[in-house]
């Protein structure tokens, strides 16, 4: 696990990404979001906000009809509707089930207190593209799109510039594409369809 990097070449850079054949990366909510639309999806959206402040072990929920799970090694704490790392060595991973074609985040670094600190940020996807940049705003975002496979998880680590300070991996919203509700009752009619010839 990540704990110092080298930050020499890092701070030079405002974004690099490793994407896989079939994956996009996007800096843009309004550009991800039209690719998820043009997809024939729609953007759906967790705010964190009805989750209590405090620390626990995983955090769950649902975005339409997609299950999401956020666990760290050392669990989670939760302040002002952004959950963030417990430890800041630790990496903040989420799962989805069913996997999806789509996600983004406001991710970033913060301290303890959960206040903003410029960060170096990475963000792993399930089939390797990943995503490295600087962060230092809770509007920050990252959006991922792929057109080959599901993504199945999303890991965050967040490290200080100068390797100084600790940073903890934050999010402030899980934005994710999900059917369209007149496509998902389709998939739902088409299920019943095959469980009652199989009758």
């Not at 979001?33 to 626990?56: D, L, P, R």
């Not at 983004?104 to 207190?113: E, K, L, V, Y």
């Not at 057109?147 to 490290?159: G, R």
Request: contains cysteine.
């Amino acid at each position: 696990m990540m704990s110092r990097i080298a930050f020499s070449t890092v701070t030079s850079m405002a974004m690099a990404c490793a994407a896989s054949a079939g994956v996009t990366v996007s800096d843009s909510l309004a550009v991800w979001s039209n690719q998820v639309t043009s997809g024939g999806e729609t953007v759906g959206v967790e705010t964190f906000n009805s989750i209590s402040a405090g620390w626990y072990p995983s955090l769950s929920g649902t975005v339409s009809n997609t299950y999401w799970t956020a666990t760290a090694d050392s669990g989670l704490m939760v302040s002002q509707g952004a959950p963030q790392t417990f430890n800041a060595l630790d990496s903040m991973v989420f799962t989805f089930s069913p996997g999806v074609r789509a996600v983004a985040g406001n991710i970033f670094g913060s301290r303890a207190d959960h206040t903003v600190l410029p960060s170096f940020v990475n963000v792993t996807l399930s089939d390797g593209t990943s995503w490295d940049a600087i962060t230092n705003d809770v509007n920050d975002f990252v959006g991922f799109y792929s057109s080959t496979a599901n993504i199945t998880s999303l890991t965050i680590f967040a490290a200080d510039l100068n390797g100084s300070e600790p940073v903890f991996a934050t999010i402030n919203n899980l934005y994710l594409g999900v059917p369209a509700p007149g496509a998902a009752a389709l998939l739902g009619l088409a299920g019943l369809a095959t469980r009652r010839r199989r009758a």
